[in-house]
């Protein structure tokens, strides 16, 4: 419905270039790399933190991570020209170009099994009753973020085909800010529901959750899965210098033969290296967007 290699010889060549390179670090002494908040703050900076480190290596200048507090934040960054790359989810990536934020995605990740996309799920409990959605009338639903791909727009746009207006049809519909955070809500029974994203048998927050020992991931099964979504992008601003955009996509797509433990660490060996990517890739996201949003607008 919806929806990832330069070799050494490219970091040799940016190297006996030192010219343009020196010419952008003076304009950047700086470079704030993004997260959007799938995991919870923690999770993120022991994920991302070595991978800036290897951006500040390999492009020779400091590279801040900065831990969003939710979606937005990222989009609105961007917008703002305040961050100059971003992991986004594919929903946020859309609203980021929706609202005007020049930007580029560049890298895709890409599965095991060499497929660029993934599901939104609906997980319950594994001792509750509940069979599908319909069972689920006057219970509460838990979903991610407004902007969330998987946790909130796929879920709403299915849940339509259905004929269920999830305001109308729950008891309550409870904003839990990431995805652990709805697995967490469902496990303490916050919630009766809960959407999250789900790549294949192998790979999913929830088993990421598991390896972390934050649940076990047999005390929940999945009750929905919705159609494939393309595959979460990286991006930077598009009024970054040529010689640095080149700069920072060869470091991203050659981490993985560059160091492959790191990578290894980054993805929890769950992931292919990543491929280029371009904005085309997410116009059907930007149409789900927008079909989204004309549902809120029904309902206000």
Known sequence: MFRRRHLLGAAAALAATPAPAQSW????????????????????INRYTPFTEHLARVLGTKVTLRVANDYAAVVEGQRAGNIHIAAYGPSAFARALMTGAQIEAFAIEVNQ????????VFYVRKDSPFQKIEDLRGKNLGLVDPNSTSGNNVPRFAMNRMGINPEQFFGRVVYTGSHENAVIALQQGTVDVAANWWNDEQE???????????????????IFRSDQIVNSPMAYLATLPAELK????????????????????????KQRPWEPTDNAAYQPIIELNRFVDGLRRQRS
């Open 25 to 44: 670090r003076g304009q950047f002494p700086e470079l704030v790399f993004a997260v959007i908040p799938a995991e919870n703050a923690q999770g993120v």
């Open 113 to 120: 099994d060499g497929s660029k996309g993934y599901y939104s």
């Open 204 to 222: 999913s927050n929830l088993l990421r959750m598991a390896r972390k020992n934050m649940v076990k991931a047999e005390d929940f099964r999945i």
């Open 246 to 269: 080149s700069a920072i996509r060869a470091a991203v797509l050659d981490l993985p033969q560059r160091d492959p433990a790191l990578f290894e660490r980054l993805t929890d060996g």
